[in-house]
């Protein structure tokens, strides 16, 4: 059963664009959600995170929305730069499960210069 | 502050033989978890330790699989026999572990690529 639907699977987007990523929860305990970046070789590092009691979170130009009834966030990525090309992954987690994580199936997204 | 660390970075062995990789947590860390990564997916969790104890472990094919973290440290995990569906990256991670009601951040390390041919 897949928990978390990530979608799209690919994004290329011009330098200067807004890249979207969306994710759908499906399982309503979760209440932790972090977005991960993962650059080729490399692991994954977490670049934001929000919990279900705020529906926007900034943190330079990166936003999560996060919209508690419908069970859906989105990564928003201002003025995208080609350094922000990597693999991005949406993830939950609940209280009780030893906050294990959840992953969604990574959205690869190109800037183009 | 040093991050996780993992070796080796590549393997590539054949079918039926055995594996095992090693991690190294950031000094202080409580939990420790093993992820899978298949081409092209999230990292899917394997096994989490807390300390030396098993958390879970209820995803970890333990027919090939196993792990371990003595002394509640470094942590290796090995397969035997390998198939060639193993191949993946293994991923170790880590964090505070402040408990399950807590967001600890978990740490990636580098990864372990592998190749079963």
């Known amino acids: 059963q897949q928990q978390v639907k990530q979608s799209p699977q690919s994004l290329i987007v011009q330098k200067g664009g807004i890249s979207i990523i969306n994710c759908a929860y499906e399982n309503t305990a979760f209440d932790y959600f972090p977005w991960y970046q993962q650059f080729p070789g490399k692991g994954p590092a977490l670049l934001i995170a929000?919990?279900?009691?705020?529906s926007e979170k900034k943190e330079g130009r990166f936003t999560i929305s996060f919209n508690k009834s419908a069970k859906q966030s989105s990564l928003h990525i201002m003025d995208s730069q080609p350094g922000d090309s990597a693999t991005y992954f949406c993830?939950?987690?609940?209280?009780?499960?030893?906050?294990?994580?959840?992953f969604g199936s990574g959205t690869q997204l190109t800037v183009l210069p | 502050e040093a991050g996780v660390a993992q070796s080796p970075r590549y393997k590539i062995i054949e079918k039926r033989q055995s594996v095992a990789f090693w991690c190294n947590p950031i000094s202080g860390h409580a939990t420790l978890y093993w992820y899978q990564q298949i081409l092209g997916q999230g990292p899917k969790l394997l096994i989490q330790?807390?300390?030396?104890?098993?958390?879970?472990d209820s995803q970890l094919p333990k027919d090939r699989f196993s792990a371990e973290r003595l002394k509640g440290v470094d942590s290796t995990l090995k397969i035997q026999p390998a198939k060639l569906e193993d191949s993946a990256v293994y991923l170790c991670?880590?964090?505070?572990?402040?408990?399950?009601?807590?967001?600890?951040?978990?740490?990636f390390g580098p990864g372990t690529r592998l190749t079963v041919l």
């Open positions: 330790f807390q300390n030396n104890g098993v958390v879970d």
């Open positions: 991670a880590s964090s505070g572990g402040g408990g399950a009601s807590s967001y600890n951040e978990q740490f």
């Open positions: 929000i919990r279900p009691d705020v």
């Open positions: 993830a939950a987690s609940r209280s009780g499960s030893a906050r294990q994580l959840t």
